[in-house]
């Protein structure tokens, strides 16, 4: 009943957006924990959208912003991404759109996402996404997991962006957004025992809550972020298929 409640209130957020900024909202998503299937009790709502302005407002000699930012408070996080926006950054493999295109959990969505999904894979690239996922598992574990007391939530935001480099790693492809398709295919049989009580400590815990650091979850961290990097570093970059769909696929949402 709580779910269904707040679904219907971000639909409601979702539509008051297109009436007040005069767009219209082509696919909006949730993008974290509740999306990557790990959600606290108190994990808010992280709400994701792309959407298209009115042709005019895309010749005009002034600018307009190309985000859309709604105030966070402690259950509702929203904001999207302008159309523009989002093919240029398709463009440049940003990781974060193959993971909002991915989402299991979907609010709202018309055929330009279908669209956008059948292209995508186009524009994959490994090394950017690999560059992303390491940075994130680095920076992570460096500012969260190395004192005697951690967070419990935090080994999954580092434990999640390294599953997602051997996932690529081995598959070419971007990554499935639940974390346990992630560790159905690339966590070692060894470590299941350890994350899965983390996972229950997680998803039935507050977000603050603080535990002894796990050493064995940190030794395989450890050794996990130094071979990735080092597989990373010695990559190059795959060719771009270029501009000529994704300017085909603007025009078509401004007709």
């Given at each position: 009943?709580e779910q269904?409640?707040?679904?219907d209130?971000i639909?409601e957020a ?6 007040t900024?005069?767009?219209q909202i ?15 009790p108190?994990?808010d709502?992280?709400?994701r959208?792309?959407y298209?302005r009115?042709?005019d407002?895309y010749l ?7 985000v ?5 408070n402690?259950v509702?996080?929203?904001?999207g991404?302008?159309l523009?926006k ?6 440049k493999?940003n990781?974060t759109l193959f993971?909002?295109?991915a ?7 018309t055929?330009f996402a279908?669209?956008?999904?059948s292209?995508m894979?186009?524009?994959f ?5 690999l560059?992303h996922y390491i940075?994130?598992a680095e920076g ?9 007391m951690?967070?419990?939530k935090k080994?999954?935001?580092v434990l999640?962006p390294?599953l997602a480099c051997?996932?690529i ?5 971007h990554?499935?957004?639940r974390?346990?398709?992630l ?11 350890d994350?899965q009580?983390l ?10 809550q ?6 064995r979850?940190?030794s395989y961290?450890?050794v ?6 080092t597989?990373v570093q010695?990559?190059?970059d ?5 501009w000529?769909e994704?300017?085909?696929?603007f025009l078509?949402?401004?007709?």
């Amino acid at each position: 009943m709580e779910q269904n409640r707040m679904r219907d209130e971000i639909v409601e957020a979702l539509h008051r957006i297109e009436e007040t900024e005069n767009v219209q909202i082509l696919l909006a998503v949730e993008s974290g924990s509740r999306a990557w299937g790990f959600a606290s009790p108190d994990s808010d709502y992280d709400v994701r959208f792309i959407y298209v302005r009115p042709k005019d407002d895309y010749l005009r000699l002034d600018t307009i912003r190309d985000v859309i930012e709604l105030p966070v408070n402690d259950v509702l996080d929203i904001n999207g991404w302008d159309l523009q926006k989002t093919l240029r950054l398709l463009y440049k493999s940003n990781p974060t759109l193959f993971e909002w295109f991915a989402s299991p959990i979907v609010y709202m969505e018309t055929e330009f996402a279908d669209t956008f999904r059948s292209i995508m894979d186009q524009y994959f690239s490994s090394r950017k996404s690999l560059y992303h996922y390491i940075s994130m598992a680095e920076g992570n574990y460096r500012d969260y997991l190395k004192g005697e007391m951690v967070r419990a939530k935090k080994y999954f935001y580092v434990l999640r962006p390294i599953l997602a480099c051997k996932w690529i790693l081995e598959k070419g492809t971007h990554p499935p957004m639940r974390f346990s398709e992630l560790m159905d295919a690339e966590l070692p049989e060894a470590m299941r025992e350890d994350v899965q009580r983390l996972l229950d400590l997680k998803m039935n815990s507050p977000e603050i809550q603080l535990i002894p650091r796990v050493e064995r979850v940190n030794s395989y961290l450890d050794v996990s972020i130094d071979e990735i990097k080092t597989v990373v570093q010695a990559m190059e970059d795959s060719d771009n298929p270029g501009w000529e769909e994704l300017n085909g696929l603007f025009l078509k949402e401004l007709a």
